[in-house]
């Protein structure tokens, strides 16, 4: 099942566009990658429920809380940014790949396939 997101010419006038989907209850950022790649994700940080934003500086998505950064291809962790001295614990942190959804085009309107294939 396909769902419209946004059309061309609105993607092309911003950097990106955020927008909530209530059928898979996420926020999904929709960019433009330096590959000239449609991309589409879930726009929420998987460290801590930050807003990411798409940096074309770094063509990278970034979190506006504590910089993390993740690929603009796959979704995965690039960065891990601690300062300061942390106390040392037995633990492991393995952030999760941001969700990746498929995206089509047809008539320069964006869709994305809700059950994550075409």
């Not at 460290?47 to 798409?54: A, R, T």
């Not at 960065?79 to 995206?103: A, H, Q």
């Amino acid at each position: 099942m396909k769902y419209f997101f946004t059309t061309l010419k609105d993607l092309n006038e911003k950097k990106y566009i955020i927008k909530f989907i209530e059928e898979v209850r996420d926020e999904l950022i929709c960019f433009v990658n330096k590959n000239n790649q449609i991309k589409i994700f879930s726009s929420i940080c998987p460290h801590f429920g930050g807003e990411l934003f798409y940096d074309n500086k770094i063509n990278a998505l970034r979190c506006k809380w504590h910089d993390w950064k993740f690929c603009s291809t796959n979704g995965k962790c690039l960065s891990y940014p601690i300062k300061g001295k942390l106390n040392p614990y037995d633990f492991e942190v393995i952030p999760k790949k941001l969700n990746k959804y498929k995206s089509h085009i047809d008539n320069n309107d964006i869709y994305i396939y809700l059950n994550g294939h075409e």
